[in-house]
C-alpha cells in the first residue's frame, strides 16, 4: 500500500501499532527507561529505552515510509546521526564529500573521523569528474548534501549514485533542506538518508531530532547496534515532538516555499542586493537537476549585498525576522554565515565558496509574506 506525501505525513503507508487499545488520536509517550518481561526468557518487544521506545519506533516509522526507506533510526540530533553512521567506517578508510558542507559535519570529519583514521577529500559534487577524479582506492563513502549551505549548489544524485556503484561504495546524502516531501534520495540509488530533523521535519524551533534511514538491511543493523552502544537514540517526549511535527510538514514545505520564491523575486529587484540564490529561481545553474529529482526546492535561500554595512543594518533591524543560527522552523531566521554556521571553516576556504562578509542565509518562515518583505525593506534601508 502507499498513500499520498501528505497521508503518509500523519499515517505512514499502514496502521500504527495498537500500543494500548484505547483508541488515542495521539501516539502515547512512553516515558520510561525499562519495561517488565512478562516471564523469564520473556520480552514484550521492549526491554530499555536506549534500544527501543513504542514513540520513538513510531516516528521511526513514519519517516522510514516518507523516505521509502525499510529502516529509519531516530537520534538525539543530526549530528548524533551523522557521527554514528560514520562507526560503521574503519581506520584507513576515505570518504568523499562535498565542499559546501554543513559546519557541524565539517567538524565531525575534522575533529573526529581524522582522528580515527579516516580522511575525507571535499570535492565539488555538483561537478561530476570532481568526483570521479578524488576516488582512492579506499574510498568507501560518498557523502553529499544537496543542495548545499549556504550556498545552494545542486549535486545529480542519479548520476552520483551511479559512481559509487561503480566504485562499490556507499552514497549517503543529506536531505535536511528538502526533506522527503520534496526529495527522496533513496529512489535516485542513495544508500543512506541523513536527517536533521531539528529543522523542517520538526519544524517549530523548538527540539532538536536526527534520522539515518537506509533500504540496505546490512546497514540498518550496523546502526542499530552503534546506537544500542552508543546511545544517542531520540528521547520519548523528543520523539513525540518530531512525530507531532512531521504531520503538518505538506502544509508548512509549501507555504516555506511559496514565501521563499517570493522573496527570492523580491530581493532580485532590490539595489542593494547583489545576488540571490535560490534554486526555485530560473536562473539557478542547478534548476534542470533540480527539477529531475526533486518535486520542489523548499524555503531556503542565500543572498548577496553590497556592502558589510548593509548585513550590518538587516541584522540589526530586523522586527518579524530575527536574527538567529538553525533553519526549517515556522519563524524566519537571517544568518550571517561567515561568524555563525561557518565561522569554523578555515577563512581561505571560505572566501572561495563565497561565504564573505556580504553573504546571509535566510531560513523563509510561514509568517505572512507581505509582513516578511516589509520587515526586509525597512531593516535593508533603516
Ligand atoms: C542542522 C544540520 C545538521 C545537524 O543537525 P543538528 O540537529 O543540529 O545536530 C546536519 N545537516 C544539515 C544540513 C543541517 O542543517
Redesign the pocket.
Known sequence: MSYGVDTVCIHGNGKRKNVDNTGSISFPIYQTAAYAHPGVGQSTGYDYTRVQNPTREEVERIMADLEHGTDAIAFS????A?SAFMELLHPGDHIVATDDL?G??IRQFRLINEKNGIKVTYVDTSDLEQVKAALQENTKLIYV?TPT?PMMQVTDITEISKIAKEKGCLLAV?N??LTPYFQNPLDLGADVV?H????YLEGHNDT???FLVTNREDISEGIRNVLKTTGAGLAPFDSWLVLRGIKTLSVRMEKHQANALAIAQWLQNQPKVKEVRYIGLENHPGREIIQKQSRGYGGMLTFRVDSKETVYRILEHVKVVQFAE??GGTESLITYPMTQTHADVPEEKRKAKGIDETLLRMSVGIEDVHDLIADLEQAMNA
Open positions: 540530533c543530526g549530528m548524533a551523522v554543513y557541524g559535519t548534501e549551505n543529506d535536511t533542506f541523513v536533521s530533523a531539528t529543522k532538536l531530532g536526527g538553525s533553519l
